[in-house]
């Protein structure tokens, strides 16, 4: 990623603070459980295990493009850091 140039680097760099992750990771955790059991209830009552297959990956493939990208609404709370002080050389 080094020899990328920095406007490409910043896309792929995909900062998000801690308290954004924290509610994506809840929110991603939660939806898949409610996923898995709606795949799995779906397969079962179509006798179809490949409708369940394609529920559950269309449902992971829309988790994906929800969470993966550096969204804006990921670094809503961003972190204020200190600046660098400078050591002096005695």
Do not use: C
């Amino acid at each position: 990623m080094i020899n990328l140039p920095p406007s490409v680097q910043k896309v792929l760099e995909g900062r998000i603070d801690p308290k954004s992750q924290h509610l994506l990771e809840q929110f991603s955790q939660t939806f898949l459980i409610i996923l898995t059991i709606i795949s799995f209830i779906s397969s079962y009552f179509s006798s179809s295990v490949i409708l369940g297959l394609e529920l559950f990956l269309g449902g992971l493939v829309i988790l994906l493009l929800a969470a993966v990208p550096p969204w804006p609404y990921l670094n809503r709370y961003p972190r204020k850091f200190l600046p660098v002080r400078k050591l002096h050389q005695t």
